[in-house]
């Protein structure tokens, strides 16, 4: 069966309510006295020289006493999220700002749509009226999402986006969850930044969208096209008309997507009930030492750095926080 899915695109400042996933390492409430030492072996931290250790050091002292100070300021009432020691915390800021990887392509010059994408969602029977006041596709039964991707080192948050948004979408309307090619997007879709490792691409979810509405084959399998650009380059492996393994190749076809109104409560909230997950662009910058709790961290004129797939929305009574 060839499939016809709307994809959809949104931009907006996030809040999260879930808890980060992490090693043995300490939680938030247990960071009084965590040393580097203890750092490196919780997170398997090696380095290559010592000046290099050294510098590292000196990133994640800086790091742990700003988790330390909004913490103290977050129990005190200040906030309603936890920041937590991570994989990250001794990246610098110009690492950190790469692995988000999105950076608006030049040519759209503002443009919101293309002829391959509409404006608004298709409405499919669920009127705004009948909007459920929460959404949670992460308890979909069956489920509709697959396992949380880690991109390493190359900015390629959107092709990791795309596919799983195109997975969700296909799940969605037929049962079948697939995981599929992230690697297929970073090695075909045109044009790919080579320096990954200096800001990631000009790209964003429609580019891949648009990518495979066009295209003659359907979207690999994981298994059958692997994901190779986990260390920082987005090129590794030619884009290939075919998968290694052709039993690997879905019946997943991409017809177009649609765009989200920018920064609209209301029409997210419709999109994601109506149709399913969203790709969203986000301000990510200080997600980073993000660890638990509603994201309250959102601030004026933010800088759009980051691709993730949006999955819900919900009110936190007790706080009367609202909360994607």
């Not at 790919?192 to 800001?199: E, L």
């Amino acid at each position: 069966m060839r499939f016809a899915p709307l994809f959809l695109v949104a931009a907006l400042c996030v809040g999260g309510s879930s808890a980060a996933t992490s090693t043995g390492a300490p939680k938030w409430d247990q960071l009084d006295g965590y040393t580097f030492e203890r750092y490196t072996a919780d997170h398997g931290k090696q380095y290559a020289t010592p000046a290099e250790s050294g510098r590292r050091s000196k990133v994640f002292k800086r790091r742990l006493a700003a988790i330390l100070e909004h913490n103290h300021n977050a129990a005190a009432g200040g906030s309603s999220y936890k920041m937590g020691v991570n994989h990250l915390t001794d990246r610098t800021d110009a690492e950190l700002r790469g692995l988000n990887g999105y950076a608006p392509d030049p040519a759209d010059k503002n443009k919101e749509t293309s002829a391959d994408q509409k404006q608004q969602p298709a409405a499919n029977g669920v009127t705004k009226a009948a909007l459920p006041a929460a959404l949670d596709y992460r308890l979909n039964q069956p489920a509709v999402l697959s396992a949380v991707k880690n991109q390493g080192s190359c900015g390629d948050c959107w092709a990791v986006t795309s596919t799983a948004t195109i997975e969700s979408h296909f799940a969605l309307l037929t049962g079948n969850l697939y995981v599929l090619s992230i690697q297929q997007l970073v090695s075909c879709v045109p044009p790919f930044s080579k320096d990954a490792q200096g800001g990631g691409t000009p790209l964003w979810p429609r580019a891949a969208f648009d990518y495979l509405a066009k295209a003659k084959e359907s979207i690999s399998e994981e298994w059958g096209y692997p994901y190779l650009s986990y260390y920082g380059d987005p090129l590794r492996g030619e884009c290939k008309k075919q998968p290694n393994n052709t039993l690997a190749t879905t019946d997943v076809a991409v017809t177009g997507s649609v765009v989200v109104p920018t920064n609209s409560a209301e029409d997210t909230i419709e999109a994601l009930a109506n149709k399913g997950p969203l790709a969203v662009v986000v301000d990510a910058s200080a997600w980073p030492a993000y660890e638990s709790g509603i994201f309250d961290g959102c601030k004026g004129n933010i800088t759009l750095d980051h691709v993730v797939q949006l999955v819900g929305y919900g009110t936190d009574e007790a706080l009367g926080k609202n909360y994607w």
